[in-house]
């Protein structure tokens, strides 16, 4: 099997990733002459960085960014306050990343590139897809290069001005909010701490304000100040202009590395798949940037897609739009919602609260969840927890996860299945296989003897039985 993968963002790079390491094969093109650079999406949430340690780029990943930083805000240029976006939260047994990791997108983009390059897959640039069509063995796409490719599957992760989602004429339902802009990019500053975010504004219109964040491993803040009707100007000078009218001055910006123009778009692709062709991340879906959702999201799509399509099965690759469709509709709603708090001035209009993390994000209901009862149910992202193996060595239940297979766990007593890794999970006090340790795992999952949960290759639960 092959799978053409248009667009090497995080979505088509994950994508990429949990083929390749299923075996299968897969080529990476993006129209783009050479990779990204820029901030853009920078906050990963605690369901990514999960998703991330089974990729196996989770250690990278903390090692070039940094935790949420404190946002000093300035009123008429004067120190106000220190906020959080959101309250640093300890780990727990069950949730080992429980805040945001923040790190520049053209890093993280970086760091899954080195990762698909280690099963023999690099990225082709400039090249772009430029027409395709479809039958019931697959599709044939043609690119710039002159080359015609022959794949089983496509997969248009080519953003939101999508050529695939457009070829398939699926509609992109939404709104673009016009009375909103922003100029976003990334800017080194004399005069700011790199351990600080900074709010800047006037003691008048505090929520109209400049907002600087600093960027792990690099010289640059991303930064986002709002553009008025007669604002033109996205020049470095036109940014040290207005920073200088809301900070009172002091602050000398010094390299503005990118930017863009920012209007509020929040849409949501009318299907998520015609026959072999199938759209992720922002092809499928657009977000404001309040929130942080749009990365997580698509990183999210393409790792419930990839495996699906590693299958083969007719049911399996069916229920990706049913599944996906309705989180994105979902995690939308997350973000508009804060969109609406930061047009109306409310004071809380930056903080996060749990609906962003993604964490509490199920399938339940959905065709691969059938109805259960309990705190833990089919559909539901299935816990971490520490065990002890019969070598008395720590093992954590998503280590168990990790790789491209689903999981069967046995709590006591009870025959191993041989379709998939098994593993039995004794009691806390017992001797041999897999213990609980302090009985975090028999909690998580309603623990009794006999009972056994499938895990699903993408860290939900498939069933409880």
């Known amino acids: 099997m092959t799978v ?4 090497a963002g995080p979505t088509g790079l994950t994508a990429a990733i949990e083929l390749a390491r299923r075996g299968i094969g897969v080529r990476v093109v993006d129209k783009a002459e050479q990779y990204f650079v820029g901030s853009r999406g920078d906050g990963l949430q605690p369901r990514t960085l999960e998703v991330f340690e089974d990729l196996g780029v989770l250690d990278a990943v903390l090692a070039a960014g940094a935790p949420p930083h404190p946002m000093r805000v300035y009123l008429d240029g004067e120190f106000t306050m220190e906020r959080w976006m959101a309250e640093p939260v300890e780990p727990t ?11 520049g997108q053209s890093q993280t983009e970086g760091i899954l590139r080195d990762r698909l390059a280690e099963f023999g897959v690099r990225v082709e640039l400039n090249t772009a897809l430029t027409g395709f069509t479809q039958d019931e063995e697959g599709v044939t796409a043609e690119l710039s290069t ?9 997969i248009g992760a080519d953003g939101g001005k999508s050529f695939v989602r457009k070829a398939l004429g699926i509609a992109f339902e939404g709104t673009t909010d016009e009375s909103i802009r922003m100029l976003l990019g990334d800017v080194s500053a004399e005069g700011l701490d790199h351990e600080s975010a900074y709010w800047f504004a006037k003691a008048d219109e505090p929520m109209s304000g400049v907002a600087f964040t600093p960027l792990a491993g690099t010289p640059y803040f991303q930064f986002a100040s709002p553009l008025g009707d007669g604002d033109a100007g996205t020049s470095l000078s036109a940014l040290q202009e207005h ?7 002091g602050i000398r910006l010094l390299d503005l590395a990118w930017s863009t123009v920012w209007r509020p778009n929040i849409r949501l692709a009318a299907a998520f798949r015609k026959g072999r062709v199938f759209l992720a991340g922002d092809a499928a879906h657009v977000h404001p940037p309040t929130g942080g959702q749009g990365l997580n999201t698509g990183v999210q799509d393409a790792y419930n897609l990839a495996w699906k399509l590693a299958d083969g099965s007719p049911e399996l690759m069916d229920s990706y739009e049913a599944e996906r469709r309705a989180v994105a509709a979902r995690v939308l709603g997350v973000s508009t919602a804060l969109l609406e708090k930061y047009k109306e001035g409310a004071e809380d209009a930056h903080e996060r609260g749990p609906e962003t993390q993604q964490l509490d994000l199920t399938y339940r209901g959905g065709p691969l969840s059938p109805a259960g009862t309990g705190a833990l149910r089919p559909g539901d992202r299935a816990p971490d927890a520490p065990l002890v193996d019969a070598n008395g060595k720590s093992v954590r239940l998503f280590e168990l996860f990790q790789g491209p297979h689903a999981t069967e766990l046995v709590f006591g007593a009870g025959t191993l299945g041989t379709e998939h890794p098994a593993y039995r999970i004794l009691p806390q006090g017992a001797t041999g296989d897999f213990v609980d340790a302090g009985g975090h795992a028999y909690a998580a999952y309603e623990g009794a003897p006999g009972k056994r949960v499938l895990v699903r290759p993408d860290g939900y639960v498939w069933s409880v039985n």
């Open 4 to 7: 053409l993968v248009a667009g």
């Open 93 to 103: 047994p069950t949730v080992p990343y429980p805040s945001a990791w923040f790190l």
């Open 146 to 154: 002159g080359e015609t490719v022959r794949a089983e599957y496509l």
């Open 243 to 249: 920073l200088d009218a809301v900070s009172g001055g």
